[in-house]
Each structure stands twice: as structure tokens, then as C-alpha cells.
């Protein structure tokens, strides 16, 4: 089994709509994060949060909401979603176990697409 | 502020052959890590290899080693012996003092048979 799931895997929604993505991990990290990878680009940051009471915004943030519902679930949600939102979207995870940078294992991607 | 530059958008390798994917980083931090990823075109991000800025060795993880110049800031990815498994994206990123990740725009590799 996957250590970092998404669900859904493919969603197609309306302009308007309230959307949610959901991440799960089986590997025991307290920090997860939320990217938005666009076509041919790099990824951005959206939220992270490092422990449960711990959540911070990202590059880009607006229009964006997220949840820690625990140390192994983070959700994010789009309040009101809108075209220029259709993308994948990430969940990775880290350990902070190594100054100088945790390694990031990510999920499967969620590809959003926005009509 | 941190940046990350990947400056070949596309490469052709034939396989067998060995590849160097570029990249540059600017950063004001001591202390860094800097990695790479695969990304195929399934769409998942696959971890290949971490090297810390106060590692004074190269980091080597099979067939991918970085070659990682301190004072140039480059942290250069080489795939040894292609194989067709290895067509896909390839990001270079940087951890910031809070571990947050910088992306590269990615490097697009294409191994010919």
C-alpha cells in the first residue's frame, strides 16, 4: 500500500463549487504540505503544516483552505473553485529528521479540473 | 530569496548513454539540502537523491549521482547508462531554513532507443 494517498484521484467540477481534496500517510511524519503544479511548471506551495495545531499559508494561498485532522490526515479545500484552479495537486510529507532540508515524499497528485 | 534555475527545457539521450541535467540555486542560507525528482508522465513526484550543503561528498544513488559544486551553487543531476524508464521531468529543489521546498521549472528528458 501506498505510504501518501489522495482521494479523489480526478475530479471535474463547476465554477463555484466547494471541492475537497484529502491526504492520508502511513509514515508516521508530523509535517505535511499541499502543492499546485500547473501544466509544464514547477510546483508551488499552498499550505503546510507541521503538527496538528501547526498551519501555515504557502506562495499561494488565496482561495484555499486546508484542515489537520490529525497527524496522518490533511485535506484541502477549494471554498469556491475557479477555471484558473484546474491543476494537480500534491500532498507530500517530511520527517524533519535532517538539518539542511527533510526529504518530501509525495502523494499520487489529484488532477482538478474546473469548467 | 531563494531560486532555483533549470535552464535545458528538453534533452534527447540515446540510451545506454550517460545524461547531465543542470541546475543552479541562489540562496542566502548556510545551510541547505538540495534534491531531485522524477516526475514521469503517470504524474507522480519520485524522490532520487538528496545532497546537503555541508556534505563534502557527492551524493551517488545508482544510476544518479549529483554532482554538487559549492561555490558555482549548482547541483547538477547525472543519469548514468539510460534506460527508456528514465523519459520523464526532472525537478531540482531546494529546502529553505524552514524546510520548505523550492522548485525548479523542470527538464524534460527523452531517452531515444
Known amino acids: 500500500d501506498a505510504d501518501v494517498t489522495q482521494t479523489p484521484r480526478n475530479r471535474i467540477t463547476k465554477t463555484g463549487k466547494r471541492i475537497m481534496l484529502e491526504c492520508s500517510q502511513t509514515?508516521?511524519?508530523?509535517?505535511m504540505y499541499w502543492y499546485r503544479q500547473d501544466p509544464g511548471l514547477g510546483l508551488q506551495l499552498i499550505y503546510y503544516?507541521?503538527?496538528?495545531?501547526?498551519?501555515n499559508k504557502g506562495e499561494i494561498s488565496d482561495g484555499y483552505s486546508v484542515s489537520r485532522q490529525a497527524q496522518a490526515k490533511f485535506s484541502l479545500s477549494l471554498e469556491s473553485a475557479i477555471p484558473n484552479q484546474t491543476a494537480l495537486y500534491f500532498c507530500?510529507?517530511?520527517?524533519?529528521?535532517?538539518?539542511?532540508?527533510?526529504?518530501?515524499?509525495f502523494g499520487p497528485g489529484t488532477r482538478l479540473t474546473v469548467l | 530569496a531563494q531560486k532555483i534555475t533549470q535552464t535545458q527545457p528538453g534533452m534527447f539521450v540515446q540510451e545506454k548513454e550517460a545524461v547531465t541535467l543542470d541546475c543552479t540555486y541562489d540562496?542566502?542560507?548556510?545551510?541547505?539540502?538540495l534534491f531531485w525528482y522524477k516526475q514521469p508522465s503517470s504524474g507522480e513526484m519520485i524522490f532520487l537523491i538528496y545532497?546537503?550543503?555541508?556534505?563534502?561528498q557527492n551524493a551517488t544513488e545508482g544510476r544518479y549521482s549529483l554532482n554538487f559544486q559549492k561555490a558555482r551553487k549548482s547541483a547538477n543531476l547525472v543519469i548514468s547508462a539510460s534506460q527508456l524508464g528514465d523519459s520523464a521531468m526532472y525537478f531540482c529543489?531546494?529546502?529553505?531554513?524552514?524546510?520548505?521546498?523550492?522548485f525548479g521549472a523542470g527538464t524534460t528528458v527523452t531517452v531515444r532507443a
Open positions: 507530500a510529507t517530511s520527517d524533519n529528521m535532517r538539518e539542511g532540508g527533510d526529504t518530501q515524499y
Open positions: 509514515k508516521g511524519h508530523d509535517r
Open positions: 503544516s507541521f503538527d496538528v495545531k501547526d498551519i
Open positions: 540562496t542566502s542560507d548556510p545551510s541547505y539540502g
Open positions: 545532497q546537503g550543503s555541508y556534505d563534502q
Open positions: 529543489a531546494m529546502s529553505r531554513t524552514d524546510y520548505k521546498l523550492s
